[in-house]
């Protein structure tokens, strides 16, 4: 029986996880990542502090990235259209069509907390950072294997460049990023930047 009850208490628990991370997130908009505190979130999500830290033993860092992590929701898709150009438009436009001003507003937050708290900005690269590398590494590699050429250091470059072109521009001018902006950054600026060296290779 007990191994019973356990099993039918897992879609309750994937409930409460939800209800902290809804909890973690709406406070982080209110009151910012510095004025957060466990017992805050516990509290609005109805939830001892006793099962925050059983599924977020490292405190309120590794909880915020869950709750983030658990917004970016589908996730990102390394799809194959067939080319590294179309690959491109088709990974910016997936994040753009999921991207809003509330994620732009929680994202500037976490970025002016991470200056001054380091372990903040531990769990954010540890977590969410190392996604996109290897996101950025799938599609390079494809690139490759189709015989494309690209530069040595093409998904390092990308890694570093994506998340400055996807956030800064709608940080900076107040807009979100649109079909023309992609189609901008795909051309003139990304592939141009991926693939220049090995154009002028013999």
Known sequence: MPALETARSRPADSHRVAAICDAALELLQDVGYDRLTVDAVAARAHASKATLYRHWPQGKA??????????????????????????????????????????????????LAMRSDEELAAAVRKQILEDKENLAERLIARAEARGEQVRPDAAALLHELLPALLFTHPLLHGALIDEQYIKHVVDDVLLPVLTYRAAGAK
């Open 62 to 111: 590794q909880l915020v990235v869950a709750a983030l992590k658990a917004r970016s929701t589908p996730p990102v898709v390394c799809t194959d259209t067939g080319s590294l150009r179309s690959d491109l438009l088709a990974l910016l436009g997936t994040v753009a069509a999921s991207l809003t001003r509330e994620d732009l507003g929680l994202m500037a937050g976490l970025l």
